[in-house]
């Protein structure tokens, strides 16, 4: 059969990005240019400059992509891009990137949504095995999703309120640690001890998460002993905190995965890069016979590879748009 070449193309936060991916698993080529440096000023994503800086970086990232894998655009099959849910600037400047191209060159365009493509990083690795839960933490998610079969997707539950990555960049934010917060506290939360007591959030018999409370409760513990002339101890505030977080997902995932049955789960996005709840799944998951994959941690935070993998399943449907395909901020898994 012949090989399949996708051109990925993703730019739904801060990170421009474009890969080469063959037959849905051979990372040929991958360029990504994080924006970090420069929201960290902010404490956060500004999504008016984040727009700005992929107009300025979007067809270099394409070009440098091109060129690292050695290839013209002439053997790329499909152009395959993020087509929301994301910050609606910057998503607007990979799907008009991705139009033009198809356009210019007569390629079939593939709108790809950014949470099938963080689940799809997962084949990049290890081909994924259905019926497989995929549990989806990022600074923007906090998903279950139940996957029967290839490109089926069925939410068991989300968060009610802030995603889990919010939550950790949020708690960084408090106690000075910078942006964005998840690796730090991860980093923080490996040195200290279990010394502060946090609520348990959302702790129920269904799929849904809730971390606003959690934040609030870190907050206002953190105001109260500076009130009190206290120092916190920000490495033992970061481990009590992560322990929290890790256990309500865990528990969460596992009684998914046995209400459902399923003895596959699979990981996505950047939370997925988390070690305390990497270590914790892991141990579970060899507890309960499960078989656990992460994607490393390139594939974990945003990139164009896990958006050409995903593209790969919906070019073999022949899942195409036409060239007045628009981008949506808010869009269902589906
Ligand atoms: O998937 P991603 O790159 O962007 C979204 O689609 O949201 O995820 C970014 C989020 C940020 O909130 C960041 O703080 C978090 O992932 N993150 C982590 C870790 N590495 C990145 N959170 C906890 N522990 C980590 N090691
Ligand atoms: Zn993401």
């Known amino acids: 059969m012949k090989d399949v070449y996708i051109l990925g193309i993703e730019s739904s936060c801060d990170e ?3 890969s080469i991916i063959r037959n849905g698993s ?4 991958t360029v990504i240019l994080s924006q970090i440096d420069i929201h960290t000023n902010f404490g956060g994503v500004v999504p008016e400059i984040a727009s700005r800086h992929h107009i300025k970086n979007i067809t270099m990232v394409i070009e440098d992509c091109l060129n690292k894998a050695n ?3 002439n053997e790329i099959d499909a152009i395959a891009v993020t087509a929301g849910p994301g910050l609606i600037g910057s998503l607007l400047v990979g799907v008009e990137a991705a139009k033009t191209l198809a356009f210019i060159h007569n390629k079939p365009l593939i709108p790809v949504h950014h949470i099938a493509g963080h689940i799809y990083a997962n084949n990049l690795v290890k081909t994924m095995v259905y019926p497989l839960i995929a549990l989806v933490v990022s600074g923007g998610h906090t998903e279950l999703v139940y996957m029967e079969s290839e490109y089926s997707f069925k939410k068991l539950g989300s968060t009610l309120d802030d995603a889990v990555g919010e939550c950790y960049d949020k708690v960084a934010r408090v106690i ?3 942006y964005p917060g998840g690796p730090v506290i991860d980093k923080m939360a490996q040195l200290g001890k279990h010394t502060y007591n946090l609520p ?3 702790d129920d018999n269904s799929y849904n998460f809730s971390f606003s409370g959690l934040k ?3 907050i206002n513990l953190v105001h109260n002993e500076e009130q009190r002339g206290n120092t916190v101890n920000k490495e033992d505030l970061a481990t009590s905190f992560q322990e929290v977080v890790v256990d309500i997902i865990t528990k969460k995932t596992l009684k998914a995965l046995k209400d459902y049955n399923v003895k596959n789960l699979i990981l996505a996005g950047g939370v997925a890069a988390n070690n305390g709840l990497r270590n914790k799944l892991s141990s579970s998951c060899i507890e309960s016979d499960i078989n656990c994959s992460f994607p490393p941690m390139k594939y974990c935070t945003d990139n164009a590879a896990m958006i050409a993998t995903a593209g790969y399943f919906l070019y073999q449907r022949g899942d195409f748009a036409n060239l007045d395909l628009n981008a949506r901020s808010n869009i269902e898994l589906q």
């Open 16 to 18: 421009t990005s474009a």
């Open 26 to 29: 051979d990372e040929i080529a």
């Open 71 to 73: 290839m013209t655009i």
């Open 176 to 178: 000075g640690v910078g």
């Open 200 to 202: 348990m959030p959302l």
């Open 216 to 218: 609030s409760a870190v």
